[in-house]
């Protein structure tokens, strides 16, 4: 399978005709054409739909524009980093990090990597830390940004030095929201909004007792603000990290910390072994600076 061919099929996917892809590329459909046989031949699969209108994918298919995606881009990236290795401090760096206020210190660093070396960009891939795990072990990012999770251990890490406290999130007016703060059995019969990442989150699943399947979880959440609409509306109350979402002035929301309290450490990730271009390596120094400056 050549990466020649895969661009091909995503043109495809992304024309949904032979006529536009072909026009696209600057290549004959009868070329495009002959070319998408051989590769259905090849998988031995077939991966599209054709009708005269327009050009559909099969579930192959549409796996198959997932993985093509992810290795052209993973080819780009190794060729700007290749390019790159002689040159000044240049090319593009990518971090995938999950809602967090130590991102503060990433983007600290951002900021003076830009005032030192205006040729080098960042690309910040947001996703919860199953999915920016995934894109560093397959090559997609250079570093993530993570809470505490199994296989921390696996990568070299920095631990950051903002950290979160669960808390729960309801509205001003809530009957809960006089209390200081909130225990088990204030909410453990009331309609829960958590993190999809909820049941591998050892502190917080033994705080509620390690008996996830008599609580009353309506619903998940991969971005907080979107649980934070729901709260407004009164579905429920969600189960999420501080000082992310603003609750002052005309908020209709407020927060309360769990009792016991469950606080959650911050680090920053890149793979073992991995060798670093001279702008990630560089970053990487200015991360380490940046975080002796916040301690």
Same mark, same amino acid.
């Given at each position: ?6 661009? &091909? ?34 998988? *031995? ?41 002689? @040159? ?5 760096? &990518? ?21 030192? !070396? ?6 910040? !891939?947001? *996703? ?26 696996? !990568? ?68 907080? &603000? ?7 509306? *009164?579905? *429920? &109350? ?22 016991? @309290?469950?606080?959650?450490?911050? !680090? ?28």
């Amino acid at each position: 399978m050549e990466i020649r061919v895969l661009q &091909y099929f995503l043109a495809i996917a992304r024309e949904e005709t032979i006529v536009g892809a072909a026009e696209a590329l600057h290549i004959t459909q009868p070329t495009l054409s002959r070319q998408m046989k051989d590769l259905e031949d090849e998988l *031995g699969k077939k991966l599209f739909v054709r009708s005269n209108k327009k050009i559909t994918l099969t579930d192959e298919g549409m796996l198959l524009r997932q993985r093509a995606e992810e290795i052209v881009s993973l080819v780009h990236k190794t060729e700007l980093e290749i390019t790159s290795l002689d @040159s000044l401090i240049s090319g593009n760096i &990518y971090i995938g990090s999950g809602e967090s206020r130590s991102l503060k210190v990433i983007i600290k660093t951002m900021k003076k990597m830009q005032s030192r !070396y205006t040729n080098v960009k960042f690309n910040l !891939y947001s *996703g919860n830390a199953d999915d920016v795990i995934d894109k560093l072990d397959n090559g997609l990012i250079d570093f993530a940004l993570i809470t505490e999770h199994p296989k921390l251990s696996e !990568y070299n890490h920095l631990r950051l030095p903002l950290s979160h406290q669960w808390v729960v999130m309801m509205k001003k007016d809530d009957s809960l929201s006089h209390k200081e703060s909130i225990t088990f059995e204030d909410i453990k019969n009331q309609p829960l909004i958590v993190s999809k990442e909820f049941q591998r989150l050892t502190d917080l699943t033994q705080w509620f007792h390690n008996d996830l399947d008599s609580l009353n979880i309506i619903s998940s959440y991969t971005l907080l &603000y979107n649980a934070s609409l729901m709260v407004e509306e *009164g579905l *429920g &109350y969600a189960i999420c990290f501080d000082k992310l979402i603003n609750t002052t002035g005309n908020s209709l929301l407020t927060y309360r910390p769990l009792a016991p @309290s469950v606080n959650v450490e911050n !680090y920053f990730i890149w793979k073992k072994h991995q060798v670093l271009t001279k702008a990630s390596q560089c970053f990487l120094d200015l991360v380490q600076e940046t975080i002796k400056e916040t301690t």
